[in-house]
C-alpha cells in the first residue's frame, strides 16, 4: 500500500486512466495496434495495485463512459468485459500482497467468467455464436482436407484426420476460453509488477516471475479432479472426454508456466546473462519436446519444491 491522500489517489488513477483510455482507442482505430489489446487492462492493475479498489472501479466507470461515446457501444461493453473486470481481480491480489498465483489464478477465473458472459451477450443481441462459428471454421478445413485424401483413396490418412477433427471439437472451450484467460492473466500480472517496480513511491518488494508457484497441494487437486471426473463418467448429459480433455490441457498450461519459471530460477542461478537468458526461454518454448519437458518439471516442482518457495 501506498501512503497518499485520496486527493493523490484520485488524481493518479485520473492521469493512468486518460493513458489507458487512449490506448484503447488507438486499439480500435489502428488495426496493427489490435495485436497489442491484451494490454489494455495493465493501466487499471497498475491503478488499483497503487490506489485502491474504489479508485480502479471509479476509473473503470469513466473509462467505459468515455469508451462509450467516443468509439460504439459494443467495443466499450467488450473492452469493460474482458479487460477492465479481469484487470480489478489481478490488481486488488497486488495491492493486498498476494502470491503471484493468486493472482494470476483470480484474474484467470474473472476473465473466463467474462468471457463466457460476453458470448452468451453475442448470441442473445447479434444471433452470433463464437463457439459455434469457431467449430465451423475448424470442420470446414478439415472437411476439405479430407475430400482431398479421399479422392487419394487415402483411408487411413482419413481416419486420422477424422479423429483430428473430433479431438479439436472436444478441446474448443479450452482454445477460444481458457488457455487465453490463463495466459493473458499471466502476462499482464508480471508486466504490471515490471512496470510497478518502476514507480515512484512503491516500495513494496514485489515477487519477480521466478516466484511464480502453484500451491503445494495442486497435486491433491489434480488427483481429486480425475476422481471426480471418473464418478461422472456415467452419469448422462455429462461430456466426460470433453471434461477430462480439457482439464489435462487446463494442467498442462498451468505446470508448462511453473516449469517455465523454475527454467528461469536456475538459469539466474548459474548466473547466465540476461540476454542469453530470454533466448534461450524462447527458444525452449518454440522447441515441441523441451516444451512438454518443461511441463514435467513444473509438474515435479509442484510437489518437490525445487526452489524452496514454499518453506
Known amino acids: 500500500m501506498i501512503n497518499m491522500s485520496n486527493r493523490q489517489r484520485l488524481t493518479e488513477a485520473g492521469i493512468v486512466s486518460v493513458i489507458g483510455v487512449i490506448f484503447s482507442i488507438l486499439v ?11 494490454f489494455i487492462s495493465i493501466p487499471y492493475i497498475i491503478i488499483t495495485a497503487r490506489c485502491g479498489i474504489k479508485h480502479s472501479i471509479i476509473s473503470i466507470v469513466v473509462s467505459s463512459v468515455i469508451l462509450l461515446f467516443v468509439t460504439n457501444p459494443i467495443y466499450a461493453l467488450t473492452v469493460f468485459l474482458l479487460f477492465f473486470v479481469p484487470a480489478v481481480f489481478i490488481g486488488y491480489n497486488i495491492y493486498k500482497n498476494k502470491s503471484p498465483v493468486n493472482a494470476v489464478s483470480w484474474g484467470a477465473f474473472a476473465s473466463i467468467i467474462t468471457i463466457v458472459i460476453y458470448i452468451k451477450l453475442v448470441v442473445v443481441f447479434f444471433n452470433f455464436d463464437i463457439i459455434e462459428q469457431t467449430i465451423k471454421m475448424f470442420e470446414q478445413a478439415l472437411n476439405m482436407q479430407q475430400e482431398f485424401l479421399t479422392q487419394l483413396n487415402s483411408m487411413e490418412k482419413n481416419s486420422k484426420i477424422a479423429f483430428i477433427m473430433e ?4 478441446i474448443i472451450p479450452s482454445i477460444v476460453i481458457i488457455i487465453p484467460s490463463i495466459i493473458i492473466s499471466f502476462t499482464n500480472y ?4 515490471f512496470i510497478l517496480r518502476r514507480t515512484k513511491g512503491y516500495n513494496e518488494k514485489l515477487p519477480s516471475i521466478k516466484d511464480f508457484a502453484l500451491p503445494g497441494n495442486i497435486f491433491i487437486g489434480v488427483i481429486l479432479i480425475y476422481l471426480l471426473s471418473m464418478i461422472l463418467k ?4 455429462i461430456y466426460y472426454n470433453t471434461i477430462i480433455i480439457n482439464t489435462e490441457i487446463v494442467f498442462l498450461i498451468i505446470f508448462l508456466i511453473q516449469g517455465i519459471c523454475v527454467y528461469s530460477y536456475f538459469l539466474d542461478k548459474i548466473k547466465v546473462r540476461q540476454g542469453i537468458k530470454n533466448i534461450l526461454l524462447v527458444v525452449s518454448i518454440l522447441i515441441g519436446p523441451l ?12 510437489v518437490v519444491d525445487f526452489r524452496r518457495i514454499r518453506r
Open 28 to 38: 480500435n482505430n489502428i488495426p496493427f495496434l489490435s495485436l497489442f489489446a491484451l
Open 167 to 170: 479431438y479439436i471439437l472436444t
Open 234 to 237: 456415467d452419469i448422462n448429459g
Open 291 to 302: 516444451l512438454f519437458m518443461m511441463s514435467i518439471i513444473g509438474m515435479i516442482d509442484s
Open 190 to 193: 508480471f508486466v504490471s509488477l
